[in-house]
């Protein structure tokens, strides 16, 4: 009976994030960012600990959009009708995703600007 249970609660978990990339246009865009971060990665010689650094900073972001898309979905099923609180709801969530994106942004900037800019100057000479 517990084994289901368990079961039960990763089906539900999985279901969430299929719902997600399913029906928010902008966790579509962070995890195909996520899935071409980490490929660069392989070709770059990012080390083991920036390795990790760039899946937390990637798992942050997916967090916050999920979180962002729950709060959304249960604001939507109280109220369909303008309220002032609702609106800040919405916007503090939104800008959880946003500084979590930006976070992202400077992190992988920090990891491969110098190895980006060594191997395009390979490739230009």
Do not use: P
Not at 50 to 77: Q, R
Not at 93 to 113: C, D, H, R
């Amino acid at each position: 009976m517990r084994v289901r249970k368990l079961l039960d609660s990763f089906h539900y978990a999985i279901d969430g994030i299929i719902y997600t990339l399913k029906t928010q246009r902008n966790m579509k865009v962070h995890f195909l960012a996520a899935i071409a971060v980490l490929f660069l990665s392989l070709f770059l010689k990012v080390s083991k600990l920036e390795v990790l650094i760039l899946f937390f900073t990637i798992s942050l972001v997916i967090i916050a959009e999920m979180i962002n898309t729950s709060i959304e979905a249960a604001i939507d099923l109280i109220t369909d009708k303008y309220h002032e609180l609702a609106k800040i709801a919405k916007n503090v969530a939104a800008g959880a995703v946003l500084i979590a994106s930006l976070n992202a942004i400077i992190v992988g900037y920090m990891i491969f600007f110098d190895r980006l800019t060594i191997f395009i100057l390979k490739l230009i000479m």
